[in-house]
């Protein structure tokens, strides 16, 4: 149960509770905020004696997900981090929580039991890979906690798996396929997918199936890969035949293993090749170089200043993110969905505890109602743009952005307004 994460030299930047090391406090556009604070009460000085509130945070910080979780701490630092100094939440400072699942739902579930009985936490904003997302929900709905899900993309968390007290500010597949299909049926009628064989990969392949169906298309033949594989010429040597288009859905390693073996094997020359957004996050553009280029792909943010992308917001949360992933991140990624998504998240959060004035846990049925329904207009808190929280299922919905990968960066081709990537809410919550 111990967090190892904590001691790896990534991480001595990264504020947590239990910290014992001095840092100065950084604030949103750079500038140091008041003097040098001792934490776990880095912001006593402001604060005084008031009680902070616990933000918990379970993210893959070792195993296959690492890369990700990483990135993810580094946006609810940056929230919390501007929070804090802008007064807190209802007077009250924030404090971080973070726990590492280690990429594995079991130990998943066990830190997430201490986080509710340990560290007593009042609410949660965290949770990166599906199927752990799909473990834990059980344990949030049991406690009274709300679970603000800030990566997870399986589509059943809100339909068919949703409970009240989980939210999800950012996209699913569902959204994602209707925004973006109808561009992949002009691009070519018959596809292949091939997708990492879990829950959000077999989800996603779900959506698009039936929405390239309803665009006209067809879906000729799927190829599952388990999660980690890091030899995937055995399944993708077998995928031939009279198609148009290769569509694969991947994230992190595997992103980057996809890329470089499909490229190898000349499956991207011979199809056309386009996918989830994940497969051409920064940090794996530039470990498979050019062999993405030509790539088509939908993602809720990408970190370039085109269109609707060139707003200050975006500029600044672009170079506030840069400059702390430089500090964990030696080849220097720019700020990706998993930032993006988790700093929104916890703003989110605490426009949702401001408005029910939350307390603590106890408050947990005030803050569900704070959050259903809830706008967010584009702005500095929530540079990705404009959101709806939907009550009936607590699915958000929000612009997409169409892009193609060329000489190692994205070229923006189209913005899919948020109204434009409606799903019928397929939820049934259990009565309280």
Not at 412 to 419: E, F, G, S, T
């Amino acid at each position: 149960m111990s967090e190892q994460w904590k001691h790896e030299k990534w991480a001595q930047d990264i504020w947590y509770r239990g910290k014992v090391t001095r840092r100065s406090i950084v604030g949103w556009g750079g500038g140091a905020i008041g003097a040098m604070m001792l934490v776990p009460a880095p912001w006593r000085a402001a604060f005084g004696a008031a009680k902070p509130y616990k933000i918990g945070s379970e993210q893959p910080l070792s195993g296959a997900g690492a890369a990700g979780g990483k990135t993810s701490i580094i946006g609810l630092q940056m929230a919390a981090d501007r929070i804090n100094a802008s007064g807190g939440i209802n007077g009250r400072p924030i404090e971080l929580v973070i726990v590492d699942d280690e990429t594995s739902p079991a130990v998943a579930r066990q830190k997430v039991t201490k986080m509710v009985q340990d560290d007593a936490i009042d609410v949660h904003v965290g949770g990166f890979l599906s199927n752990i997302c799909l473990a834990c929900m059980p344990f949030w709905q049991d406690a009274k906690i709300v679970n603000m899900i800030t990566v997870c993309l399986d589509t059943t968390l809100t339909t068919s798996a949703c409970n009240r007290y989980t939210f999800r500010l950012h996209d699913y597949a569902p959204a994602q396929a209707v925004a973006f299909a109808p561009t992949l049926t002009k691009m070519g009628k018959k596809w292949h997918i091939v997708f990492a064989d879990y829950s959000w990969g077999q989800s996603t392949r779900d959506a698009y199936v039936a929405e390239i169906k309803k665009n006209g298309g067809e879906v000729v033949g799927t190829t599952g890969i388990p999660l980690g594989t890091a030899d995937m010429t055995p399944f993708l040597s077998k995928i031939s035949g009279d198609f148009d288009g290769l569509f694969g859905i991947f994230f992190g390693k595997d992103g980057v293993t996809i890329a470089n073996q499909a490229y190898d094997l000349g499956l991207t020359k011979k199809y056309i090749w386009a996918g989830d957004g994940s497969i051409s996050e920064s940090s794996n553009l530039v470990a498979v170089g050019n062999k993405l280029d030509g790539f088509t792909a939908i993602n809720r943010y990408i970190p370039v200043f085109d269109g609707v992308l060139d707003t200050p917001y975006l500029h600044r949360f672009f170079e506030e993110g840069k400059a702390r992933l430089a500090k964990v991140d030696p080849s220097h990624p720019l700020p990706d969905k998993y930032v993006q998504s988790n700093y929104e998240a916890l703003n989110a959060t605490k426009v949702g505890m401001e408005k029910a004035k939350f307390d603590s846990r106890d408050d947990s049925a005030k803050l569900i109602e704070a959050l259903e329904g809830l706008e967010v207009k584009e702005s500095d808190d929530f540079p990705q743009g404009d959101k709806t929280l939907r009550k009936d299922d607590h699915q958000a919905f929000l612009r997409e952005f169409i892009f193609t990968i060329g000489n190692g960066t994205y070229h923006l081709q189209q913005v899919v307004d948020k109204d434009k990537t409606f799903v019928p809410p397929a939820c049934k919550f259990q009565a309280a």
